[in-house]
């Protein structure tokens, strides 16, 4: 019944949503078309009043300057009456307006009787030397009505220019005022023009002459040459390929013509991604709809119920939070529980931070990382935890999927916890099966445990059962998929790092075989019984390279080339080398997205008809791994991949094959950009980090420990004891023994 009535409700719900939707849209993109028109409309109308008064304004202001006493006296002086006290008047007036009117650029004050020009910037000139001939000549020739406005340009400069008084044919005056106008100002504040504003606004003279605006000259003339339409005042008009919306109005008192230019593609972008949002919006509430529908039809708080029991068990019967008066309502005993828990998290996390515990942690990866463990850790491990108990263990990795989306979806100390979360739910399955257990963190997609395990490989299923209900603890509690691989039984004296990379290796078989089980050696020798014909690794390698360093021609080059090779062969071998490629390419890049969601390259590649499919499509998934890769390299993902290699090289600092090159396979980037990162966020190299991290926890044993130099010189990283002396002394001053021996002195005085 729930499901019929589901299904009933989700057709009615679904076809009412989309009705709505459309309807919706299709009102948007009117009413916007509507405000558009009318927004266009009120900012004509804004201009036309705005240029009217302020023009208007200026002509009077110009009729002012022609009219004040001093400067009038100047003018109409002739030249037996000339004096400088009457042109000091005259320039005392004129540097008065020029301070009072910003739009004013300049004002010439012209006497021909005199044959003197005063200028605003307190130049006099004659007739004969003045800097703007042009205006002299149009003063001279001058057909223009009363008191009209006209363009100017002298000295680079474009100018509205007006002249007083204005001397038509058969009228002469022997002075002249020239008020000049700067255009930038009347822009800016007449027709209120702005950089960012995408439309395009300007004045034609009666002439067709480009008098103000912000539009292109050469688009303005291109629209000059147009016939206007008939009767209208708004049309669509196309040019250079971009469709405009075009007003016009007048300029009663000027004759002039305004322009408003508005590109179409602006507003139908913005309409058309309104109305995206609006129906991506429609089609997610449709789809929390239908979730709300399908819980409403199979409704139940049992689930609540078993959370707030299991919280009830966690916390025992004796807990505080048990004891308050809410504990009788199962919501606010979950909220109580809650806090309680996060509480305990946090007073976990502080003891994770004792020194013991960080010195059993760094004990422990030594012992994984090293070939054979020294005297120091031996002892260490035997006296401190229960691993050798039995003088048999195993080795177990709980490997996170999909850690590229594991990185992008939790912070670096977020995803520090997690991990913590997951060793502690290990080693408490680990417990409830009998095993002693200690685990490790090693900062990147996985953590291992060390268990003391019987002398016999009887007990192989239970490890591997323990294992698995770990791995089904974890999806349950932290939401997180992870594999899991157990080694055999191991002694002390074991190659370690051998086992270790093994089961690292297992983890990924699932990737290739889609087998979701807790994988053991077994597994691994039978993959390699079966890779059959290897493709060639310096081409894969150069391509992987490629990708590091996003150079595109070298992928797409190195890439055709490795295909190439492949088209020789049969179609099993094709597969098989397709299948290792794909493999080596996702384990070089674990911590990016484009493969999630493949559970089996061999069921993948047969959704690929040919070798060309599969090729495009690997090409199209690595530049994607380029694109990630740039588009990661904001300071706050520096700062993150900073910290990673930081925590990488301090969890592998004794491991003396640690170099710049694993450290950047770890954050999966070029060697090159893994040293720049570095070096731009702590002012110096890795190399250089990495030795003054071994000379530090070398200079640390020394002081806090009995240990032989020999021993120092192994844990701290240095492949030699000669190597260790050296750089221990270019760095201090002092040999090893002399260091010990003066902290020693410096202690007991």
């Known amino acids: 019944m729930y499901l019929t009535i589901f299904l009933y409700s989700c057709a009615a719900v679904s076809l009412l949503t989309l009705m709505f939707t459309w309807f919706l849209s299709g009102q948007f993109v009117r009413t916007a078309l509507e405000e558009m028109d009318k927004s266009h409309e009120a900012k004509m109308k804004q201009v036309i009043q705005s240029s009217e008064f302020t023009l208007q304004k200026l002509r009077q202001f110009a009729l002012r300057i022609y009219s004040d006493e001093s400067i009038g006296l100047w003018l109409s002086m002739e030249k037996s009456g000339e004096s400088p006290l009457a042109l000091n008047k005259a320039a005392a007036s004129v540097r008065e307006f020029m301070s009072s009117e910003p739009f004013i650029r300049a004002i010439y004050l012209i006497n021909f009787d005199l044959d003197r020009i005063y200028t605003s910037d307190s130049s006099i000139y004659s007739t004969r030397d003045f800097v703007d001939p042009a205006m002299l000549d149009y003063i001279r020739h001058q057909t223009t009505p009363y008191l009209q406005y006209v363009n100017h340009e002298a000295q680079g400069e ?99 013509t305004v322009y408003h230019l508005s590109p179409l593609s602006v507003w139908q972008a913005k309409v058309g991604k309104i109305r995206l949002e609006i129906i991506g919006s ?140 997951m060793g502690n739910i290990l080693s408490e399955v680990l417990a409830n099966h009998g095993y002693a257990a200690e685990t490790v963190d090693f900062g990147s997609d996985h953590i291992v445990a060390l268990l003391s395990s019987p002398a016999w490989e009887g007990d192989r299923e239970q490890v591997i059962a323990a294992a698995e209900e770990a791995r089904g603890q974890i999806r349950q509690w932290l939401k997180l998929e992870v594999q899991a691989a157990v080694s055999p039984l191991l002694d002390v004296e074991e190659n370690l790092p051998l086992t270790y990379h093994q089961l690292c290796e297992l983890t990924l078989l699932r990737f290739i075989h889609n087998e979701d089980k807790v994988f053991t050696r077994d597994d691994l020798e039978r993959y390699e019984r079966g890779r059959g014909s290897e493709p060639d690794e310096a081409l894969l390698q150069q391509v992987i390279h490629s990708v590091q360093l ?64 599969v090729h495009s499509w690997m090409y199209r998934e690595m530049l994607q791994i380029m694109d990630s890769h740039r588009r990661k390299s904001g300071s706050s993902r520096r700062e993150e991949v900073a910290a990673e290699m930081i925590e990488y090289v301090r969890n592998h600092l004794h491991d003396p094959n640690l170099s710049v090159d694993d450290i950047a396979a770890h954050v999966s980037m070029s060697v090159n950009y893994a040293r720049q990162i570095f070096k731009d966020r702590f002012g110096s190299s890795l190399s250089d980090f990495i030795a003054n991290q071994r000379i530090d926890y070398a200079a640390r044993l020394l002081t806090t420990t009995d240990w032989t130099v020999a021993e120092i010189t192994e844990q701290s990283g240095f492949q030699t004891k000669s190597t260790f002396f050296a750089a221990f002394k270019r760095a201090t001053g002092m040999t090893p023994n002399q260091y010990r021996l003066e902290k020693s002195a410096g202690a007991s005085s």
């Open 158 to 256: 474009s100018d509205l220019a007006l002249v007083v008084p204005s001397a038509g044919p058969r009228q002469s005056y022997q002075g002249y005022a020239v008020i000049l106008f700067s255009k930038p100002h009347l822009q800016e504040y007449m027709l209120q023009i702005s950089e960012e504003d995408q439309n395009k606004l300007y004045i034609e003279g009666k002439n067709g002459e480009y008098i103000l605006g912000s539009a292109d000259p050469a688009l303005a003339k291109e629209l000059g040459g147009m016939r206007t339409p008939e009767g209208a005042s708004g049309w669509e008009w196309k040019s250079g390929g971009e469709t405009w919306s075009v007003r016009t109005e007048q300029l009663p008192t000027e004759g002039w």
């Open 550 to 613: 996003r150079n595109e021609k070298a992928l797409e080059g190195y890439w055709d080339q490795l295909i190439h090779q492949m088209r020789e062969l049969s179609y099993e071998e094709c597969r098989l080398q397709l299948t290792h490629i794909i493999y080596t390419i996702m384990k070089s890049f674990k911590h990016h997205t484009p493969f999630h969601g493949m559970k089996s390259i061999h069921a993948f590649l047969d959704q690929f008809a040919t070798l060309t499919e």
């Open 282 to 421: 429609s089609v997610l509430l449709l789809a929390a709809l239908l979730l709300f529908l399908f819980w409403q039809s199979y409704r139940s708080l049992k689930p609540i119920s078993d959370l707030a029991s299991h919280i009830q068990s966690r916390l025992g019967s004796g807990h505080p939070v048990l004891q308050s008066p809410k504990a009788g309502n199962e919501v606010a005993m979950i909220r109580s529980g809650f806090h309680s828990l996060v509480e305990q998290i946090e007073q976990l996390d502080l003891s994770m931070k004792s020194s013991q515990a960080l010195v059993k942690d760094d004990f422990l990866r030594q012992w994984i990382l090293s070939p054979g463990p020294s005297k120091p850790i031996r002892e260490f491990i035997e006296g401190r935890t229960p691993i050798l108990g039995t003088g048999w263990f195993r080795m177990a990795v709980i490997r996170l999927e999909s850690y590229g989306r594991f990185n992008e979806q939790y912070d670096f100390a977020s995803r520090k916890l997690l991990r913590f979360s």
